[in-house]
């Protein structure tokens, strides 16, 4: 499942810590020996980059530095174990801010020599992935898997091996990030996209028209750049008190009109592909419209639908350590000198 170079040795199940240093959230996460999770805490920096609209990466090292220790006893505290009692950590080695990703990394590697086990490196997509099939071990593959977040709008077909082949993405900015930078020119708080969920929510979703990029004839690939300029150039349009008025439905319109997108392409690939069963995973995935109209879409055609709890949605560590379990049963562990990888792809 990984792409960089590990060792393989072979590695009898229990329980392992995950870690998840990759962005704004430090969280670690327990699993027993069976993948049920036992603990997932997360440590949210938002109000530390929230004045600023957007990550600060110095600030979001640091706040890693301080949270790492306190947030991992506490995960072992709540899953009612000891350290000793670990026999494996699993850690995100990218992709992901550099020094955020250090953090975790280090601490990992630190654990892992203190404890005498294995440590291996996941990919932050990885665990995305890995956390539609945390709740419901038993959801079918073949899936098609959707993985939209700040960073990354990719569409996927998971065979029943595990290995993953894209099948789309996004050509210019991600889900994620079409809703910060719209939340971004609408006035909302950071994060954007719960920020606009929740002013959606008074508004009429089909009000206020914006534009819905197909691009060509069964492309599976996405593109939200237009959305943010249509937005912007809308609101340049209208006076103050038009603003105001008309806050709520500007985000319910500009939020149907990301998922629209995504639902109608998710279940192309679907069709496509010839599968029964559709996970759709990332932070994005906790939007509430999103989550309604996926449900409505999948109940009609009959289909699977994965959508993860909102607790395993945004970044988390129960993921990571899920993503990580696999590579440890498959006999990977990183070497020592294991390094964070801002870039790393899958
Ligand atoms: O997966 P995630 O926590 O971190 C990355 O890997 O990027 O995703 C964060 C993204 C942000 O862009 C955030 O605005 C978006 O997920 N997000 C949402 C919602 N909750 C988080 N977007 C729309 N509606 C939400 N309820
Ligand atoms: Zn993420």
New binding site residues.
């Given amino acids: 499942m990984m792409t960089v170079a590990q060792s393989t040795s072979t590695w009898t199940p229990g329980a392992i810590l995950g870690i998840e240093t990759s962005?704004d959230e430090t969280a670690a996460s327990v699993l027993a020996a069976d993948g049920a999770v036992l603990s997932n805490i997360i440590a949210s920096q938002h109000d530390v980059h929230q004045r600023f609209g957007g990550v600060v990466p110095e600030l979001a090292s640091r706040a890693h530095i301080e949270s790492i220790e306190g947030v991992s006893a506490k995960a072992l505290q709540q899953a009612g174990l000891e350290w000793t009692e670990l026999t494996g950590i699993a850690v995100t080695q990218g992709p992901g801010l550099a020094g955020a990703l250090l953090v975790g990394v280090n601490y990992a590697k630190a654990l892992g020599y203190a404890l005498n086990i294995p440590v291996v490196g996941v990919s932050?997509l990885e665990g995305?992935i890995a956390s539609a099939w945390l709740k419901d071990p038993a959801f079918p593959l073949p899936s098609v898997v959707l993985v939209v977040?700040?960073?990354?709008t990719h569409l996927y077909y998971k065979q029943p091996d595990g290995r993953c082949r894209l099948l789309g993405s996004t050509r210019d900015d991600a889900a994620?990030?079409a809703?910060?930078k719209g939340a971004q020119l609408l006035g909302l708080e950071y994060?954007?996209?719960?920020a606009?969920?929740r002013l959606a929510r008074q508004g009429k979703p089909h009000s206020i028209a914006f534009p819905r990029s197909h691009l060509k004839k069964g492309s599976l690939d996405f593109s939200f750049s237009g959305l943010k300029t249509a937005l912007l150039y809308r609101l340049q349009a209208m006076d103050e008190l038009s603003r105001e008025k008309q806050a709520a439905d500007l985000a319910a319109g500009y939020q149907e009109a990301i998922v629209a997108i995504l639902v109608e392409k998710a279940f192309a690939a679907v069709r496509s592909s010839g599968v029964r069963a559709l996970a759709v995973v990332?932070?994005?995935s906790?939007?509430?419209r999103l989550r309604t109209l996926l449900q409505q879409r999948a109940a009609s055609e009959s289909l699977s639908l994965s959508l993860p709890p909102l607790a395993y949605c945004?970044?988390n560590a129960a993921m990571i350590a899920a993503a990580g379990r696999q590579s440890l049963l498959a006999g990977l562990r990183a070497p020592l000198d294991i390094d964070a990888q801002a870039s790393l792809s899958r």
């Fill in positions: 962005c932050h995305h977040s700040g960073g990354h994620g990030e809703f910060d994060p954007g996209g719960p606009i969920d990332g932070g994005v906790a939007n509430s945004t970044d």
